[in-house]
């Protein structure tokens, strides 16, 4: 009898021929992980490069909104300064208008220097936005432009309507600086 701890020669060579892959099959398998291994890095290089590009679009973005907010942040503060000072200079042009009923009865050519100064005022104010309210006698009253400082017992027809103007409303840039004050009928 043999020996049990002795191996067989044939056996041995049988599984030395399953443990080993053919050399064929070696090459095989090293092209297929080759490859793996390089999409590795190049994906990872092409994920970081998505996310440097959508850092830079996002930074873009919000530099771009920045800078529109700020411009028109620095507009309205223009405007808002200006504001403050035609507002000011509206009771001048008031007075312009009163002296300007009371030149009409003097003689027209020593008025005409006071006339000049006048329209030249007028000019200027123009120039920057503001305008006069046209209002008529008769008119719907409208609480965003007009302010009621009293009301008169009227007809029917002039109910809720402009009786008379005492003091003329004036819009800059098609906002109310100063509400015209006007008498109601009720």
């Known amino acids: 009898m043999k020996n049990k701890t002795e191996s067989d020669p044939e056996l041995e060579k049988h599984e030395d021929s399953t443990t080993e892959t053919p050399p064929m099959q070696q090459d095989e398998q090293e092209v297929l992980e080759s490859p793996s291994v390089e999409k590795d890095p190049l994906k990872k290089l092409q994920d970081e490069l998505a996310e440097a590009k959508d850092k830079y679009v996002r930074l873009y973005a919000e530099f771009e909104n920045h800078r529109r907010r700020t411009a028109k942040e620095k507009l309205d503060m223009i405007q808002g300064a200006n504001e403050q000072l035609l507002k000011t200079l509206l009771p001048v042009l008031d007075d312009f208008e009163r002296a ?47 302010e009621a400082i009293t009301q008169v017992p009227a007809e029917e027809d002039l109910k809720g309507k402009i009786i008379d103007v005492v003091e003329k409303g004036y819009l800059l840039n098609d906002k109310v600086i100063r509400f015209a004050k006007v008498v109601t009928g009720s």
Do not use: C, T
């Open 100 to 146: 300007e009923k009371s030149f009409k009865e003097i003689n027209e050519r020593a008025s005409e220097g006071f006339f000049l100064i006048q329209n030249k005022f007028k000019k200027i104010l123009e120039h920057y936005g503001v305008k006069i309210m046209e209002i008529s006698k008769g008119a719907v009253f409208n609480a965003d432009l007009h």
